[in-house]
């Protein structure tokens, strides 16, 4: 059906900057909200930040200024730049899509299988 595979998580010192991408394939007619989670240990999944099919952005408080989310529509593909990174934003961050299928013209709620972020001080 749908696959959403993250890239681009790694280790990086306080202050300095990553970029996730996220690519969507599969049975895809459209993607409605394009978005991504973090979870961190003992902590439950939030959303860090998400884009509509009208381009209209969501950001947690706790990442606004920092983070920069944007999609290509024709590609199917998210991106999320973050810059000065906390040892806060240390997370397993997941890729979340709700995509509206062709075979069934159904919107779904999708999920990647995450990638780890690690910010240390």
């Known amino acids: 059906q749908v696959q959403l595979v993250e890239s681009g998580g790694g280790l990086v010192t306080a202050g300095g900057s990553l970029r996730l991408s996220c690519a969507a394939s599969?049975?895809?007619?459209?993607?409605?909200?394009f978005g991504w989670y973090r979870q961190a240990p003992g902590k439950e999944r939030e959303l860090v930040a998400a884009?509509?099919?009208?381009?209209?952005?969501y950001y947690a408080d706790s990442v606004k200024g920092r983070f920069t989310i944007s999609r290509d529509k024709a590609k199917n593909t998210l991106t999320l730049q973050m810059n000065s990174l906390e040892p806060e934003d240390t997370a397993i961050y997941y890729c979340?899509?709700?995509?509206?299928?062709?075979?069934?013209?159904?919107?779904?709620?999708?999920w990647g299988q995450g990638t780890q972020v690690t910010v240390s001080s």
């Open positions: 599969g049975s895809i007619f459209k993607i409605n909200v």
């Open positions: 884009i509509s099919s009208t381009d209209n952005s």
């Open positions: 979340w899509g709700h995509i509206v299928l062709i075979t069934t013209g159904l919107g779904e709620e999708y």
